[in-house]
């Protein structure tokens, strides 16, 4: 069974997770690209109990554009965000991959609003598009 750390640039907020994510995806909303500051925002799915959390966060909640809401947990010191809660997936925490630093993490399995999705990106030939 594999154990991930996923931590805050300064290493404050931390989320310990065992297993495998339950779901590997990017997302190309306008939203996300914003938050993240790139094309594009990969996340993990994992079951709750599979992690485990440490360190202070400050909480920020965002209506998508079809109206569901995330809470997204940030570092109070640095503000990066290391997990977010989405409303209707009760039982799972999403963190981003980048939060994992690590180059080898599993590819993403499914592209969400690929719409807004950058013309220059080609995304993986076997993925889900949405």
Known sequence: MSNRL????????TAR???EPVRISVCHCLACQRRTGSPF???????CENVTLSG??????????EGGRATFHFCPTCGCTVYYEAEGLDGFLTIPVGAFA????PPPQVSVYESRMHGWLVMPPDIEHM
């Open 41 to 47: 925002s990969e996340q993990a799915r994992f079951p």
């Open 6 to 13: 996923a931590s805050c640039t300064c290493g404050q907020l």
């Open 56 to 65: 202070a966060s400050t909480e920020y909640v965002r209506v998508g554009d």
């Open 17 to 19: 997770v065992t297993g």
């Open 102 to 105: 690590e180059p080898g993490f």
